[in-house]
């Protein structure tokens, strides 16, 4: 019997071209109009290192990156031993391997399975003698797994062609030579396909974007026009991307001496009138702390984007993880209010990034996006159709405004008119110092409470009209999940199987975590019996923020939370949601 959902992971040495597969066999995939996402790990070295590639390919919407892999291609099996416990393969799943690579079988950890298909493929012996070059066995891999798998090979054969045209033209000829020569080895071997072929239908082409890229886009979508950053894992690309795409717009991307530098260069650029941004990881946030005291103060508009990753200190640069949560909520000296947005998946790396300039021009403040190395690196298809958002712009002072300026004049809603730099009439002084509506530096209590009392006026503003959020299942459930970011995708996954299957499972996912949804969070935990809060922090921090705001249902909460380094899977949320199920089920036994 085919198949409608097939996840296949290639692994092997930096430099092997394990991305690059994974790559074409992706943009293949959702050129054929199939749903698609790709996810890379590798390790943490400059160059060379272990470095693995997942592509998960569906004829259905998918959520997920997919637990187990049916099919698995390893070049080097001591890199596979890198990923011990991260990729696991399905029962029966197809194995090939280096056939020069004598590794014992039973040597090897594939994760808890009895019987797998074991296949020695000669993937450099086939490169030598068709392309010239071991450096092909990628592409020979590439033919070989379309012929087998029913990929789309003549959209894998025009990605092939893509990539090299810009070459020698001996260079495209040496490798789609290797690709025929994989396609050919593949009629061989035929029979250990058997139940794994991909079946679908072509439908109309995707776009297959990664989310930092999205996020670049967003940014210039929503009217950025200056960009400083200092390159730091995993959020480079952002910079990488509007390095070429800002100047195009007319705008300026200056890359910095560090993350310091960089937010006081786009809090300069804001000031100057301009929508302004970085991106960042954990360590560099942090170096962000004092400016972004200095935003709050000011009332700046400012966007940080900080992809997470595993910490702390260096950590896991290339790994995913959810712990800068605290550090972007609470990390300042003083009370510095800001706004805290969390993308759940790709395309959601749009809506949130054009979201944060929208709210920080309009609240005059700064926002952080918190995305995370899975969203942010992994590819996946989505509809063009689907990017539009509303593009708002800060306030400006009035004729009127400008005949006796008060740049931080109290109002209702604690948003002042902002000025820029050459404005006639707005001129006005400003820096770190408390200040009175007038601009002058004041160290009184009574100006410091009314100042503050201003600046987190405006947080109500934010609460009230941006208060996104997504609820998944059923209406009155069971169990109810509550998770943030990139769980969502295994948590919807999981909730919407086991609504199929008849159980009554919700889950809540905000984007907005602060200023704290507590309406939204409210309603959501009077609609279910038992509530599971989900997270990748060792600490469990999303949950102890949750009690800063809730009274979780005392007996009836359980937390489910564990490092980074691994993302979560769908089996991970199905088993917990089983527990409590049987757990609530019990209870109310004993209760009768």
């Known amino acids: 019997m085919p198949t409608r959902d097939l996840t296949l992971a290639i692994v092997g040495s930096g430099g092997d071209g394990v991305i690059t597969v994974g790559d074409m066999i992706a943009q293949a995939g959702a050129s054929e109009g199939l749903h698609v996402m790709k996810v890379e790990a590798y390790g943490p070295q400059i160059r060379g290192g272990e470095s693995s590639c997942t592509v998960r390919l569906s004829g259905d919407p998918i959520f997920a990156q997919g637990d187990l892999v049916q099919v698995l291609v ?65 592409i020979v891999t590439l033919g070989i797994l379309g012929e087998l798998f029913n990929l789309p090979k003549d959209a894998i054969e025009r990605a092939i062609v893509q990539k090299f045209s810009k070459k020698k033209e001996a260079v495209l000829e040496a490798n789609l030579k290797g690709f025929a020569a994989g396609l050919e080895y593949a009629h061989g071997i035929e029979d250990v396909a058997t139940g794994r072929r991909l079946q679908y239908t072509s439908g109309e082409p995707m776009l297959l974007m990664s989310g930092n890229e999205l996020s670049a886009v967003a940014a210039l979508y929503a009217g950025c026009r200056f960009f400083a950053g200092y390159p730091i894992t995993p959020s480079s690309e952002i910079l990488h991307l509007l390095s070429k795409l800002m100047p195009e717009v007319g705008g300026d991307v200056v890359q910095t001496e560090d993350e310091l530098a960089a937010i006081g260069a786009v809090i300069g650029g804001s000031f100057a009138g301009v929508k302004s941004m970085t991106a960042t990881s954990g360590p560099g946030l942090a170096l962000m702390t004092e400016m972004l005291g200095l935003a709050s103060m000011a009332e700046i508009p400012a966007v940080i984007i900080d992809v997470q990753r595993g910490g702390p200190s260096t950590g896991l640069p290339t790994k995913s993880e959810q712990s800068d949560l605290w550090q972007a909520l609470w990390g300042s000296h003083g009370d510095s209010p800001r706004v805290v947005l969390a993308p759940a998946d790709v395309e959601d790396c749009f809506h949130a990034t054009v979201a944060a300039f929208n709210i920080a021009e309009e609240a005059q403040m700064p926002v952080i996006v918190l995305s995370d190395q899975f969203i942010a690196q992994r590819r996946e298809t989505l509809s063009m159709l689907t990017l539009d958002h509303e593009v708002i712009g800060r306030q400006v002072p009035s004729a009127g405004d400008l005949r006796e300026y008060k740049r931080y004049k109290e109002t209702k809603s604690g948003v002042s008119p902002m000025s820029w730099p050459g404005m006639k009439g707005g001129e006005y002084q ?29 947080l109500r503003l934010v609460r009230d009209k941006y208060s996104f959020y997504r609820r998944y299942g059923a209406e009155n459930a069971d169990v109810g999940i509550i998770c943030w970011g990139s769980a969502k995708g295994p948590v919807k996954e999981a909730v919407l199987a086991a609504n199929g299957r008849g159980e009554r499972v919700a889950a809540f996912v905000p984007q907005l975590l602060y200023p704290f949804p507590n309406r939204e969070f409210e309603e959501f935990l009077k609609s279910v019996r038992e509530v599971i809060v989900m997270e990748l922090s060792y600490s469990a921090q999303f949950y102890k923020y949750l009690q800063t705001f809730l009274e979780l249902p005392e007996g009836h909460t359980y937390v489910y939370k564990r490092s980074g380094g691994k993302n979560l899977t769908v089996s991970e949320v199905e088993d917990k949601i089983q527990k409590v199920l049987e757990m609530g089920a019990l209870r109310r036994e004993v209760l009768v």
């Open 74 to 138: 390893v070049f080097n099996w001591a890199d596979f031993a890198r990923f011990r416990g991260e990729i696991l393969v399905a029962e029966g799943a197809v194995v090939l391997y280096e056939a020069t690579d004598e590794t014992p079988h039973e040597e090897i950890d594939l994760g808890p399975v009895e019987e797998v298909n074991w296949v020695p493929v000669p993937f450099i012996k086939l490169a030598k003698e068709a392309a010239g070059t071991t450096l092909a066995k990628n």
């Open 430 to 458: 400003t820096n770190g110092l408390e200040h009175d509506e007038d601009c002058s530096p004041s160290s009184m209590f009574l100006v410091h409470e009314k100042m503050n009392a201003k600046r987190y006026r405006k």
